[in-house]
């Protein structure tokens, strides 16, 4: 018998889910701080955990949202967020439901810190508690997962990626990479940040790319100078 119904047209793919809507719209400004004071003022790791939320997630939140977050009191979070916003790197958020708390939201779509290569540049120290954080993140995770070994509750299959490379790039190869890297994990970001799929698992993401000048490179060049 022949079958005369037309096939099913084929289902729209899930906005959340295409890389052309995964991209969220909006208009790039990047923020670069080079004054060595507002350098400084970075290096507080409850800092360091606002503008990560804040411009990774580009919501923007309250002080108490905010300092729930990072184990701060909310007095002492508007202190910090005051802090920020005078070296331009968090602005006021248009207010929505409880108008009596102010909302933050981050002053661009990404930041940079550029010292200009000064002699122990503060931005070292901005290093340094971001990779604590990081560390912190890490410990936390392997506390979690450890307790529901314990209670017998089923593993958790997250993978946990860690890699590390040595390259040899020139100064335009570095500045390609840096620009392909960011450009790769934008396309992972949710085009709603209020609306992510349910089965979305917050993750923690770490890149640095530093000269390392320790190897033979390093001492074959110094040997042909000599």
Avoid at 30 to 51: C, G, N, S, W
Avoid at 143 to 149: I, L, N, Q, W, Y
Avoid at 177 to 206: I, M
């Amino acid at each position: 018998m022949q079958n005369d119904r037309a096939p099913p047209e084929p289902e729209s793919p899930d906005p959340l889910v295409t890389a052309d809507a995964k991209r969220r719209p909006r208009p790039e400004h990047k923020v670069e701080i080079t004054d060595p004071l507002a350098i400084r003022a970075l290096a507080h790791a409850a800092r360091l955990e606002v503008i990560s939320e804040l411009y990774s997630t580009q919501v923007s939140r309250t002080a108490t949202e905010l300092a729930a977050q990072t184990g701060l009191t909310p007095s002492a979070m508007s202190y910090h967020l005051r802090a920020l916003k005078k070296w331009g790197i968090v602005l006021p958020a248009d207010t929505t439901g409880d108008a009596r708390e102010r909302r933050w939201k981050a002053a661009g779509t990404e930041v940079s810190i550029n010292s200009g290569g000064g002699v122990a540049g503060p931005e070292f120290a901005v290093l340094d508690l971001e990779l604590d954080a990081f560390r912190r993140r890490v410990n936390a995770y392997a506390s979690a997962r450890d307790g529901r070994r314990r209670r017998g509750e089923p593993a958790d299959t997250s993978a946990v990626v860690l890699a590390s490379n040595v390259l040899y790039l020139t100064q335009s190869q570095r500045t390609e990479l840096s620009g392909r890297l960011f450009d790769l994990l934008k396309d992972y970001e949710p085009k709603d940040p209020d609306r992510v799929p349910e089965d979305a698992q917050r993750t923690a993401t770490l890149w640095s790319m530093i000269p390392d000048d320790r190897g033979p490179a390093a001492s074959e060049s110094a040997v042909g100078r000599s």
